[in-house]
């Protein structure tokens, strides 16, 4: 509307579109909307429950740097509580790009591969674009464990069904000589990071026990195993 108003407590004269814009700044510089990127960071970042510190520390950043993001992701990433921050559970979509990323995947068609990726987000519950309130959806793993079929399904069937791609496997047979010991723990060191507990090698040896063919196919199996497993579940 035309003439004087008053925002968030500040008087404003008037002045059609430059009101607008300073009604933005206001905004901006809230210290509501810094606590809420800075939660929403901190979530993302370190934990589905936001230390109400970090948060602090975070909002604190985004205020004094006039909104410098760069700033305040530098306050969360140099925080104790990232580096001791407990295993965060994937959303599918970031689950889907780290397979095809981790596997080099090689599609044999780019239209087949597209529509059976949307299939597998779609069963997941995360089709982009497709949630319905402007706040996208939750980036909290809690929102995503009951829906774990499709998640198990599509590291196996990416690894076992040649009909729409499959990994690049010389450079995965290359990355398994990377390290100075076993090429299968290589391969774990690579895909989540650090060797198998003792018990999840048992679970691993007991299963491409009973898995037929020659040793590759054991190992296929056994990747795929891996990538299904909490193990790459959660980064």
């Known amino acids: 509307?035309?003439?004087?108003?008053?925002?968030?407590?500040?008087?404003?004269?008037?002045?059609?579109?430059?009101?607008?814009e300073a009604v933005i700044?206001?905004?901006?510089?809230?210290?509501?909307?810094?606590?809420?990127?800075?939660q929403k960071l901190v979530r993302r970042f370190v934990s589905d429950d936001p230390p109400e510190a970090l948060v602090n520390a975070a909002a604190e950043t985004f205020l004094q740097s006039d909104g410098d993001i760069k700033a305040v992701l530098r306050t969360i990433l140099t925080s104790d509580a990232f580096w001791n921050a407990p295993p965060k559970f994937k959303q599918p979509f970031e689950l889907v790009i780290g397979l095809l990323r981790g596997l080099s995947y090689v599609a044999r068609n780019d239209d087949r591969l597209g529509r059976g990726m949307a299939q597998a987000l779609q069963q997941m519950g995360h089709?982009?674009?497709?949630?319905?309130?402007?706040?996208?959806?939750?980036?909290d793993g809690r929102y995503w464990m009951n829906n774990l079929l499709p998640r198990w399904n599509l590291p196996?069937?990416?690894?076992?069904?040649?009909?729409?791609?499959?990994?690049d496997y010389d450079r995965l047979a290359a990355l398994a000589q990377t390290g100075d010991g076993?090429?299968?723990?290589?391969?774990?060191?690579?895909?989540?990071?650090?060797?198998?507990?003792?018990?999840?090698?048992?679970?691993?040896?007991?299963?491409?026990?009973?898995?037929?063919?020659?040793?590759?196919?054991?190992?296929?199996?056994?990747?795929?195993?891996?990538?299904?497993?909490?193990?790459?579940?959660?980064?």
């Open 1 to 20: 509307a035309n003439g004087p108003k008053t925002v968030l407590g500040v008087q404003l004269p008037g002045n059609g579109m430059a009101d607008g």
């Open 25 to 38: 700044d206001l905004l901006a510089s809230h210290p509501s909307t810094a606590r809420h990127i800075s």
């Open 127 to 139: 089709m982009p674009f497709m949630w319905p309130a402007p706040n996208g959806y939750p980036d």
């Open 156 to 167: 196996i069937s990416l690894l076992s069904d040649n009909r729409i791609g499959q990994p």
């Open 182 to 235: 076993d090429p299968f723990d290589a391969l774990m060191h690579y895909f989540i990071g650090r060797s198998l507990t003792d018990a999840e090698q048992q679970v691993v040896t007991d299963f491409a026990a009973q898995v037929p063919g020659n040793e590759d196919a054991k190992t296929v199996a056994s990747v795929a195993l891996v990538l299904a497993s909490p193990a790459y579940q959660y980064r």
